[in-house]
């Protein structure tokens, strides 16, 4: 090790190290620097005091205030639940065709609404709830509704479902066959006949004399439908099963018909109660009907449609 000295060009002592010739001045640290180094290694042994710190084998020091990331995570989830169970008792307390009266609550059963929809509803409906035409999953976002889109209709399909064996009040509606029961000619004009509904195709006094004696007793002499016995209205040009003539045929031959779970006693009644509120949100929901006092062909009440089937 070579000797200090002072370094000519900056009045500096070298600290006596050589290498080919290259010295290291002896430059001191800023005093801020170093204070500021100083001040950390007293918070790190602050914070090892204090806080959780050395790792052991099944545990860590826990430190004297006895903090854990968990347990902080534990309150905030606590405070969560608090407020959110506040909002589930007043949205319990309330009954589901009121909650737009409050907006706020409407709110809340909305957000709820839309999040238990994305662990149990979007498998059919799909993650915008456009649904699905092939496999016949209806579209919730229209304003086309088979049993009723005010929100008490809503809530009564999300609790007793679509053809739910055992369940008394499950929405139920039955499409007879007619395989065999028409020639070519006449399905072809029963065809045609729900089709001029929406100008769709030509009209016939065949077509419209077979609709007359075997389809206007549920779909109504002008394909208004009825909620009532959940027959579909077939002169909105919305179709559940498809629109074209042959996907007509095939309905009138033979029918499809789904099915949706009931979601009482699968989920709590506020889980319920909020679902209806989301779905009712998504564009279509109506502000009230009266669904029994609703006729087939009344233009107040003829708002059936093919979605919910």
């Known amino acids: 090790m070579a000797d200090k000295h002072v370094d000519e060009a900056t009045g500096t002592k070298t600290v006596g190290h050589e290498w080919d010739g290259i010295e290291e001045l002896d430059t001191p640290l800023p005093r801020w620097w170093l204070w500021t180094f100083y001040l950390t290694i007293v918070f790190a042994i602050g914070y090892v005091i204090a806080f959780p710190a050395w790792p052991m084998i099944d545990r860590a020091t826990a430190g004297v205030l006895g903090w854990t990331s968990r347990g902080q995570l534990a309150e905030e989830m606590n405070a969560t639940d608090r407020a959110r169970q506040g909002m589930r008792e007043q949205i319990a307390a309330i009954d589901v065709e009121k909650l737009p009266g409050t907006q706020d609550l409407m709110q809340q059963a909305v957000a709820g609404g839309a999040a238990a929809f994305r662990v149990n509803c979007v498998q ?133 018909m789904g099915m949706m779970p009931k979601w009482e006693g699968r989920l709590d009644p506020v889980t319920i109660k909020m679902l209806a509120a989301y779905v009712h949100s998504l564009g279509g929901g109506e502000q009230s009907v009266a669904m029994e006092a609703a006729t087939p062909d009344d233009p107040a009440s003829e708002q059936a449609a093919v979605d919910v089937e």
Not at 159 to 185: K, W
Request: aromatic residues 6%; charged residues 20%; hydrophobic residues 35%.
């Open 124 to 256: 059919c409906h799909g993650s915008g709830a456009a649904g699905s035409q092939t496999l016949g999953y209806p579209n919730l976002n229209d304003d086309d509704w088979l049993w009723g889109g005010d929100l008490k209709a809503i809530h009564t399909t999300l609790l007793h479902g679509i053809r739910q064996h055992g369940d008394d009040e499950t929405r139920s509606s039955v499409m007879p066959p007619f395989e065999g029961a028409f020639d070519p000619a006449q399905l072809s004009a029963v065809a045609d006949h729900v089709l001029s509904f929406n100008g769709k195709a030509r009209d016939s006094q065949l077509g419209a004399q077979l609709y007359a004696d075997n389809c206007a007793v549920c779909h109504g002499p002008k394909g208004g439908g009825n909620r009532e016995v959940g027959a579909p209205r077939l002169n909105d040009a919305i179709w559940l099963y498809g629109g074209s003539k042959e996907q007509i045929v095939q309905q009138i031959l033979r029918p499809r």
